[in-house]
């Protein structure tokens, strides 16, 4: 069984500064997504990453993918508030029909 | 481009009523669809996929069903709610060709049982 991890659950940070969020999976994947989720919203696809060394950015987020660890990061370059959100790793395997297994979600709140 | 719509926004039921969730594609033909549900404060659990008209697999046995009546139409629907159906329901399309890209998600529907 597919089981997907993330940490930190919760993450407090000040504006400007760096963290990451790491994202582990049990067993060989075919496809990572990150999502974003606002409060009691619905969600937003950030990045699609698809083979080992796959590193994509967008803004003031960075994902990347090592299929060996079987991890993924997305890190935060000085955080402003409004990336506050909470943030859902995914993965899918073409053998289960293309359905996701989400990570618990690391809930980001950005302070000045 | 594709748009997917999904209603009601919010909903309050009380215990042992009926349930009815609606969700609909646009701008894609044969998509897969999904229904997902979503504790306060949790993670997505996946409830329900289709990969075509009248298949439906389920993932976690439950108290709703699924139907697939249309290619781009999914309701989600219970006989008789309980007070753990509450959540936040959200229903999905993928285009299940292999392709890269996401799944979309639509804006869900927010269910409170009473």
């Known amino acids: 069984e597919l089981k997907v991890e993330q940490n930190p659950l919760f993450l407090s940070m000040q504006e400007g500064k760096n963290y990451t969020i790491y994202c582990n999976y049990s067993?060989?994947?075919?496809?990572l997504y990150w999502y974003r989720q606002d409060p009691g919203k619905s969600l937003e696809s950030l990045f699609v990453?698809?083979?080992?060394?796959a590193v994509k950015q967008e803004g003031r987020l960075m994902a990347s993918l090592d299929t060996k660890a079987r991890l993924s990061t997305l890190h935060i370059t000085a955080a402003v508030h409004d990336l506050s959100a909470t943030y859902f790793c995914?993965?899918?395997?073409?053998?289960?029909?293309?359905?996701?297994?989400f990570g618990t979600g690391t809930r980001l709140a950005v302070r000045p | 481009s594709q748009t997917i719509h999904q209603w009601p926004a919010t909903l309050v039921q009380p215990v042992g009523s009926p349930l009815s969730l609606e969700c609909t594609v646009e701008?894609?033909?044969?998509?897969?669809l999904y229904w997902y549900r979503q504790a306060a404060g949790r993670g997505l659990q996946l409830l329900f996929y289709s990969v075509g008209i009248g298949q439906i697999s389920s993932e976690v046995p439950q108290n709703l069903s699924a139907s697939r009546p249309q290619d781009r139409q999914f309701i989600l629907s219970s006989k008789k709610l309980l007070l753990s159906d509450s959540g936040f329901y959200l229903c999905a399309w993928g285009r299940g060709d292999g392709t890269t890209q996401p799944q979309h998600f639509g804006d869900g529907t927010r269910l409170s049982i009473l």
């Open positions: 990453l698809l083979s080992n060394g």
């Open positions: 995914a993965v899918d395997q073409k053998s289960s029909g293309d359905k996701l297994t």
């Open positions: 701008g894609t033909s044969n998509p897969n």
């Open positions: 067993t060989t994947s075919d496809r």
